[in-house]
């Protein structure tokens, strides 16, 4: 039948003629597969168990779809899921209104303001923690300087080599002290600021310009690689340390004539004593009853 101009019959109610839209509207509110709640078309996870409701799709070409098998993992940390599940969130993120976006980084930094604040409170700087944190990462030291060395009890060092030349730097000079076969360990912790017994064994006392958290220590045990004595002296195998706390920690060294980093349980001190407990023995051919340390360094973080 002819129309006239500007009218249009309804479309037959047998089928279509025209395209229909690929996707529908999601309805006022739908219910959660696993667990029957009724949540409102807003809510992409159902109130009562969390399951997915909605899992944008739209980067990856499809339409909006239920997923119920994205793990509760997987919702917090989207860049776990496959290439589809990332674009999906990040086109979920790109469809947030601006009052969401801004919400969550205020309470990104209320977040980091209340930890920076707990922190303060108990007596840590938060950029020093931090910055501590990245050393512990990169177990980063460096060595103390300002360091004094003198032996213990006076007169215990053997002539050409005074304490001083252990904190020299300097690979061919040594500390030295008494040391034969029969020589007695230290009976306990003997702290820096005891006073030896007469006639005990001779022990390295060093002394830091302020108190350092030390970490770590570096030492030459023996003579230098290149003296012809090294192997007719004794050579240190434990040393302990008394660090001004009280406290005293023990380390072993292997027979060799270059420096070793041996780890220390963290401690603040401003003094050291080091004392010799057992020695690797010295060749039967000509003795030399000396027990010798070519360097000691100090190590603690930047």
């Keep these: 039948m002819p129309t006239s101009q500007g009218y249009s019959p309804a ?23 696993q667990c029957g709640t009724v949540n409102g078309e807003q809510l992409r996870f159902c109130r009562k168990c969390g399951l997915v409701l909605v899992e944008l799709t739209r980067a990856a070409g499809g339409s909006a779809t239920g997923n119920p098998a994205v793990s509760w993992w997987r919702r917090w ?117 005891a006073v030896p017994a007469a006639g005990s064994t001779g022990s390295l006392q060093l002394v830091l310009d302020a108190p350092v958290t030390v970490r770590a220590v570096s030492i030459a045990a023996g003579l230098g690689a290149t003296d012809p004595l090294r192997t007719h002296e004794w050579r240190p195998k434990t040393l302990q340390l008394a660090f001004s706390d009280g406290r005293c920690q023990r380390v072993t060294l292997k027979d060799v004539p270059a420096l070793q980093q041996l780890p220390l349980s963290p401690v603040r001190t401003s003094e050291i004593r080091i004392s010799v407990v057992d ?16 360097e000691v360094l100090l190590l603690s973080r930047p």
Excluded: M
């Excluded at 020695?279 to 070519?294: G, H, K, L, R």
């Design 11 to 33: 479309p037959s109610s047998t089928g279509p003629v025209g395209r229909l839209p690929t996707t529908l509207d999601a309805p006022h509110e739908h219910r959660c597969p």
């Design 77 to 193: 940390f989207p860049y776990s899921r496959d290439a589809a599940g990332r674009a999906a969130w990040r086109a979920y993120r790109r469809t947030l209104p601006i009052r969401f976006r801004v919400r969550r980084a205020l309470l990104g930094l209320l977040v980091i303001a209340l930890l920076g604040g707990g922190l303060a409170v108990v007596g840590h700087n938060p950029l020093a923690w931090a910055r501590d944190r990245w050393y512990d990462a990169r177990n980063t030291l460096v060595q103390v300087t300002g360091v004094q060395a003198f032996g213990t009890p006076r007169g215990s060092e053997i002539q050409n080599f005074p304490a001083s030349a252990a904190v020299d730097t300097v690979a061919d000079t040594a500390w030295g002290t008494a040391w034969t076969a029969i020589t007695p360990a230290p009976s306990g912790c003997l702290g820096p600021a």
């Design 279 to 294: 020695t690797f023995p010295a060749s039967a051919d000509q003795t030399v009853n000396v027990v010798a340390i070519s």
